[in-house]
């Protein structure tokens, strides 16, 4: 039987010198310049730019939410140690409702529909009861609502059972997962179709909420990995062993297949049958210099990864897992450019100073608040029933 | 910088969220091999015969309007323009989702290391095997000249003439014919260690046996027994190759789980009918079979549990756990149920979105509602754990999840088919009898093959479920040879 408690030693991250405090900030504030100077050089390359790197970011946070979510309705018990950094992480989604007011204000000039005429425009006269601006902001409100709801009340009661210790708490995180899975797939699904999918609103497939469903997840559990490494290197959460890494990295196999799988069975069917109103979209991808990318998602998103992860030994080892995690980053935000950019640069692939700026900027904003968030409380949950599972093997 | 902290964390686990261990009562590695060999060794029970004369007969049914329908063609069924797939093709897609739980419970779950899997993958994975043997026929039959079955391989032929590659109809058999030979390979794989107990248990069974029908009988046991056991010894050596392949066989199984039923569900994907083309079908296919697969793993799982007194090592937790994966998977059909219509909507092809009214509220409205209700809404009561965890009560809702699948394969095929471009062709289709017939027939071929599996080879995994129970753990308090009863 396990010991009732057990004394770690760990570090806590103090004084605002640490480059950990710092470092965001510093990156925030180069985004932000770069975002000015962007803007005003060519503001709709900004837009897109800021739209590719908010959709990259919002995977990480989605993804997030869903393994808290799902490690509450299936009762797990492996990854209580990494909960925490997995809870603030989804605690971000409702900041990115702030960061996705600048795309509000852009919305016009991204989204073709939202100047376009419905009445000389079938594709668009057929949904216009969603596809108008009212539709667009109201549905953006409600999913960012949605988001910060779950993640919020997942966080309060985890939080509040490391003062009490209480089985009500890992009841109550339950009841909240419960509808949350469907609450997550309504909204994941929404705004995937709304920010995204909808730049091309005349082209429509039943994949694409899962298809950005398993990007993220794929991204999350790459960032998850490297997030556990750190915790585990600075003894924050000392109690992160082999089982947690394993686990993580064989997820991420996982859904490196899952991914393949979806992204490869949508871009057969839409092939095989040959409809120009749906091909069209995957021509345009395939012109210029997109199609490099294509062969790039093809070996990086698959073949890679795929062959990298598939040894069952390498996901305890971080020569091979950290290169494996910049590696996926990278790829995952080539891939939300394979799926925005094409719309501005249809003849091929065109970086900007804006992506690397847009990508600063969301990114060390969100950085400030996650550690700020994550400094609040207990790097790792104190009195979850399932620690002693997730730490005696 | 950073300052060094003590924290005290809790690993305690209250009562109430304690797991439930895999084999209940204590039951010692002993008792495990007497209960599951007793099925097979010993006078069959009553129930046994109860329930395998009817099946036979039903089977019989099968066959002979098979016999009918080869000898006097397929105008038997009640096929028409332009439902030239009928319930042949339903059925055929409706067997092969059964079958998918198997393979999946013995190689993803095994992958996944849930351990829970051991005390049912046996069945599931016999289950598998029968349901794609049943799945097997109906295309076969459905050739109409069945004799010329065999140009869907890539034999040349007297003619020159080659299987049409590009058909999803064509890797349909590939596909299957691989899954299934792969899903016997690998449930006779795990049979080995289980087989070799069986015949050393006949060997000390042989000692008391006086009578020369008896002995003789027990000898040829042995022999059949001791031939497929393939020499097995239970050596070290013998467990680690077995491990290895047993590893590497998981690990070709998966790809295959998820390719089967994908390929199935390219046979309308990929097509341009409306109601059939659209993107989600892959997935949604799968996750469709899986929920299926485990609707019937609880269908034969409950009662059998009862029935050959087994309740200690197919426990509540797994009933649980079964439902929990039933509702998980009910709830991703459930999307893709949603998904399709809200396309229908959202791309603006009418006849795409005429395919899906018509569904719900066209001739064939109260099959659309079934599926539905069965699939999407009966699996919700899963949230309750009084309802996961009373087995009455979960083989009900397997029953109505059985059903369900059934309906929503008649409900893409039928309804997709009988209401074409040309309103001028439209039908509609009805099943003639023999079509009922043979569809109810081949519920005798299951159950009288899954039958003679608990009669003659262990319901359960033997050696895998001793490897997760208490005593098997040796850090565990009642670890090694301390605990136990016999």
Redesign the interface.
């Known amino acids: 039987m396990s010991a009732p408690t057990t004394t770690v030693s760990h570090h806590e991250q103090a004084g605002e010198s640490s480059i950990w405090v710092s470092l965001p900030w510093i990156l925030a504030a180069i985004g932000l310049i770069g975002c000015v100077i962007g803007y005003t050089s060519n503001p709709k390359q900004l837009g897109y730019s800021y739209l590719t790197a908010f959709m990259f970011f919002l995977s990480i946070g989605l993804g997030s939410l869903f393994l808290v979510l799902i490690h509450h309705i299936f009762d797990a018990g492996w990854g209580v140690p990494i909960r925490r950094y997995l809870e603030n992480v989804a605690c971000l989604l409702p900041y990115m409702g702030l960061l996705f007011i600048p795309l509000g204000f852009w919305a016009e000039n991204l989204y073709p529909w939202m100047t376009a005429d419905p009445h000389t425009d079938h594709a668009l006269s057929v949904k216009s009861a969603m596809f108008n601006k009212k539709s667009f902001f109201i549905v953006s409100a409600i999913v960012f609502a949605i988001w910060g709801l779950l993640s919020h009340k997942l966080r309060y009661w985890s939080v509040r059972q490391d003062e009490t210790g209480g089985s009500d708490c890992t009841h109550a995180m339950r009841r909240w997962a419960a509808p949350g899975i469907y609450l997550f797939a309504f909204s994941l699904t929404a705004g995937a179709i709304f920010w995204m999918k909808s730049l091309q609103h005349q082209w429509f497939s039943t994949m694409y909420g899962v298809y950005y469903f398993a990007g993220s997840v794929w991204i999350t559990l790459a960032t998850t990995y490297g997030a556990a490494l750190i915790l585990k290197k600075t003894n924050q959460v000392p109690m992160l062993q082999r089982l947690q890494f394993y686990h993580l990295g064989t997820l991420l196999l996982a859904f490196t297949i899952f991914y393949s799988y979806i992204h490869f069975s949508q871009y057969f069917i839409i092939w095989n049958a040959a409809m120009p109103e749906e091909t069209f979209w995957y021509v345009l991808r395939e012109k210029g210099t997109w199609v490099y990318v294509c062969w790039a998602l093809i070996l990086g998103h698959f073949v890679v990864p795929f062959l990298t992860l598939l040894r069952i030994d390498v996901k305890l080892k971080w020569a091979v897992m950290v290169p494996v995690i910049c590696w996926v980053w990278m790829i995952h935000y080539v891939d939300m450019q394979f799926n925005i950019m094409p719309l501005y640069h249809p003849n091929g692939i065109s970086p900007s100073l804006s992506d690397l700026s847009a990508m600063l900027f969301i990114g060390g904003t969100l950085a400030v608040i996650f550690l700020r968030n994550f400094r609040a409380h207990s790097p790792f949950p104190l009195k979850d029933p399932r620690m002693g599972e997730a730490i005696k093997h | ?14 009562k ?2 304690e ?1 439930k261990p895999l084999v209940l009562n204590q039951r010692s590695l002993g008792w495990i091999s007497d209960k599951i060999c007793s099925i097979t060794e010993g006078p069959a029970p009553k129930w046994w015969w109860y329930a395998f004369i009817p099946s036979i007969m039903v089977m019989t049914l099968c066959f002979t309007m098979i016999g009918y329908l080869i000898s006097t063609g397929v105008g038997v069924w009640g096929l028409n323009q332009p439902v030239a797939w009928g319930w042949a093709i339903v059925n055929f897609v409706f067997w092969i989702g059964i079958g998918h739980a198997g393979t999946l419970i013995s190689a993803i779950l095994f992958l ?1 290391r849930q351990k829970w899997r051991t005390s049912i993958n046996r069945a599931a994975e016999a289950m598998t095997i029968f349901a794609v043997m049943c799945a097997g026929i109906f295309p076969m039959i459905h050739v109409g000249r069945i004799w010329y079955a065999w140009w869907l391989f890539p034999i040349p032929n007297a003619n020159s003439i080659w299987p049409q590659f590009r058909s999803p109809l064509l890797w349909d058999v590939f596909a299957v014919s691989t899954y299934f030979t792969v899903s016997l390979l690998f449930w006779y794989m795990g049979l080995i260690p289980d087989l070799a107990t069986i015949r050393d248990r006949l060997r000390l069974q042989a000692v008391g046996l006086t009578e020369p029908l008896g002995r003789f009988i027990n000898k040829a046991k042995q022999y059949v027994y001791g031939f497929f056991s393939l020499g097995w010894t239970g050596s070290n050596r013998h467990w680690s190759n077995y491990e290895k392949a047993y590893l590497l066989l998981a690990g070709l199984s998966t790809p295959l789980v ?1 390719s089967v039923h ?1 390929i199935v569900s ?1 046979d309308f ?4 009918v409306p109601g059939w ?7 949604y296919f799968v996750a469709g079979a899986i929920f299926s697969g485990f609707g019937m793993v609880l269908t034969l799982l409950i009662p059998l549990r009862t029935l050959c007194g087994l309740e200690d090592v197919i426990t509540t937790r797994h009933i649980e756990l079964m439902c ?1 994966v039933t509702l998980a998977t009910g ?1 991703i059909v459930g ?2 149920y949603g ?2 219509f ?2 229908a ?5 009418p006849y795409e979105l005429y395919a899906f009214k018509n569904r719900a509220f066209g001739p064939y409205w109260w099959s659309y509602w079934i599926m539905v209700s069965c699939n999407v809404i009966s699996p919700q009561l899963f ?1 309750s754990k009084w309802c996961r965890t009373t087995p009455w009560f979960v083989f009900i809702v397997s029953i109505f999840v059985n059903i369900g699948m059934w309906f929503e394969r008649f409900v893409i095929v039928i309804t997709s088919l009988h209401r074409d471009y040309l309103p001028s062709s439209w039908g509609y289709y009805s099943p003639s009898w023999v079509d009922v017939l043979t569809f109810v027939g081949t519920f005798g071929l299951f159950m009288t093959l899954f039958l003679l599996f608990i009669r003659f080879l262990p319901l359960c995994a033997i050696s895998e479920i001793k490897g997760v129970t208490p005593q098997a753990d040796p850090h565990h ?1 009642l670890g090694g040879a301390k605990g136990g009863q016999h």
């Open positions: 910088m950073s300052v060094s902290a003590e924290q005290t964390f809790s690993t305690t686990t209250p109430e969220l797991r996944l998820l994908s390219f994907a990929v097509s341009q083309h659209t993107t989600i079908f892959p997935p929990k709830s999307y893709a998904m399709e809200f396309i909507w959202y791309g603006g092809n949230w308090p």
